[in-house]
C-alpha cells in the first residue's frame, strides 16, 4: 500500500498511507503544519482561501511573439490545410530557425503531406513485395510513423540499409539518421522530421486522427 511522506528539515515523517478523503488530507496537511512550527521552528506567510486562484487570474501568461503564427498553424492542420500550415511554421522559422515547436510543426506537416492521398494497402503491398525498393520502404515507414509505430519505421529503414547500395543506401541512411536522432530526442521534447508525430505538440489537431484512421 503508497504510503505518503513530508521531508521537513531534512527529517522524513510519515503522513497516510493508502487514498484518504480529502477532509482527511487538510488534516493531516494542517498537523503536519503544526508540527514543522512547534520542533522546526518553520513558518509559513498565511494565505487567504481562494488567494492562489485569484493571483492566477489576475496574472495572464504574455502572449509570446510567435503564438499567432503557431495558432494559424494549429488552425491550418485541423482545418486539413497543409499547405498553409507549412507555411506559417516557416514563417516562424525564417525569423527564429531554431524554434523547437515551429520544427516540430513543420516536420509533422511535411510528414502529413507526403502522406495524404496514399492507398495504405498499396503502399504495404509494395513494401512487401520490394524489399529493396528505397522509395517504397521510406513510403512504408512515413505511414508507420503516422500511426505512432516509430520504431516499425526504424526497423523498416535499417532494413532497407543492409539490402541496397549506392544512392538508394544514402536515401535509407539519410531517413533512417533522422529518425535515430529524433529516438534520441524525443525525451527532452526534440525530434527530426521522422518523429515529429511523437511529440505531444503535433498530436493535438484532428488532422493526424483522420489519416491514422485510415491506416
Known sequence: MPTVFAVVAGQALPLFQGAQPKAQV??????LVQVSEERF?????????????EAAEAAPVPAGPYDAALGAAHDALDAGDLAGAVQAYKNVLSDDPGHPEAKLGLAQAELLQRVQGMDPQQVRKAAAEAPGDVRAQIAAADLDLVGGHVEDAFGRLIDAIRRTAGDDRDAARSAAGALRGDRRGRSAGLGGAYGAVACPVLTQGKQRSRYIKSL
Open 26 to 31: 487538510q488534516q493531516v496537511l494542517d498537523q
Open 41 to 53: 521552528g518553520i513558518v509559513g506567510a498565511p494565505v487567504e482561501p481562494g488567494a492562489e486562484e
